[in-house]
């Protein structure tokens, strides 16, 4: 079976990829013509160049695979808002209409949860889209686009929550570090909750995607069991590193300004910023979500914990 992945050099392309080559997949890389020099890790693979916002140089090489996976996306720095919106909906529109063109067997797209914001209730796939600022409106958007699609094309869609796991760098990544450097305060009390999707939960869930007939047409939440309060997280992790838990509260309204200073320097700096607002407002709202209808369908059982991907992720990283 022949299989695309975009976003394979990404951190969950990277995983997927991994899997895929374990399971005997024959497995193609989607990459820009300009990256696949500077990427040691690509030689003696099977190379598509292309780029999804330039359809002309999908068109090129693309044939009909048996499964394209969509992970490509534009995430984690601060951006302007126009740039999430190529990649996100134009490009995911591109990669879809050469799909369509080319009668790819099966597009598994990856959408993301912030499509439906935060909320006090626990979100489910009924839920309507209410994005909070312009990487989940992007996203938002290019899930609509898929969904325009699947008509001419059997479309998978998984909406994972907060990915973390080895070789992440960005989401868990700087809690960890913030902690461990003692710069880490809650924002609020604390009793909020979080749901997290552990990187090995969702590759189990990528491949349940492939081989489920069942699953086309649908939209997945793919998270963990259960989530997590942040004071509960904070205190796993402290524990974890040998650090004391972090005590110190404060407002959301103040943490918003301090974000707000940070992603100025960072600006200045050209670095990424340890926090951000939108940072902020993640970890003081609540986030939960429903995968019954995974579960259901797809037949999905999260094999990890939360907690449990949070031991194994500190195991193989390590905080300078």
């Known amino acids: 079976m022949d299989v695309l992945v975009t976003g394979a050099t990404g951190f969950i392309g990277k995983h997927l990829v991994e899997r895929l080559k374990k399971e005997n997949y ?107 600022n312009a990487y989940e409106e992007s996203k938002a958007e290019g899930e609509k686009i898929a969904i325009s699609f699947m008509n001419k094309l059997p479309i998978v869609i998984l909406q994972p929550a907060v990915v973390f796991g080895p070789g992440d760098n960005y989401n868990i990544f700087k809690l960890f570090k913030g902690i461990k450097e003692g710069k880490f305060v809650f924002i609020g009390n604390g009793e909020n909750k979080l749901h997290f999707v552990y990187i090995k939960n969702l590759i189990d869930a990528s491949i349940l995607a492939l081989k489920n007939k069942k699953a086309i047409g649908e939209r997945f939440l793919i998270a963990d069991e259960k989530p997590i309060k942040v004071k509960e997280l904070v205190e796993v992790i402290a524990n974890e590193l040998n650090v004391k838990t972090p005590k110190l509260k404060i407002p959301k309204e103040i943490a918003l300004l301090i974000a707000f200073m940070i992603e100025l320097k960072s600006k200045l700096l050209k670095d990424n910023p340890l926090i951000t607002r939108d940072g902020v407002k993640f970890l003081s709202s609540n986030h939960e979500y429903n995968i019954s209808k995974a579960k259901r369908i797809l037949g999905y059982r999260p094999k990890y914990t939360t907690v449990e991907g949070i031991k194994e992720t500190l195991s193989t990283i390590e905080l300078y």
């Open 26 to 132: 024959r497995i193609y890389y989607l990459i820009r013509k300009k990256s696949v020099g500077r990427i040691k890790e690509l030689c003696n693979l099977n190379i598509i160049s292309g780029d999804i916002t330039d359809k002309k140089s999908l068109r090129k090489n693309f044939k009909s695979f048996d499964v394209v996976f969509h992970l490509a996306g534009a995430f984690g720095k601060l951006m302007r808002r126009e740039d999430y919106f190529k990649v996100n909906v134009l490009g995911v529109k591109n990669i879809l209409e050469v799909s369509a063109e080319k009668n790819v067997g099966k597009f598994i797209h990856y959408s993301a949860c912030g499509v439906y914001g935060c909320s006090e209730k626990v979100i489910d796939e009924s839920f309507p889209y209410n994005p909070t």
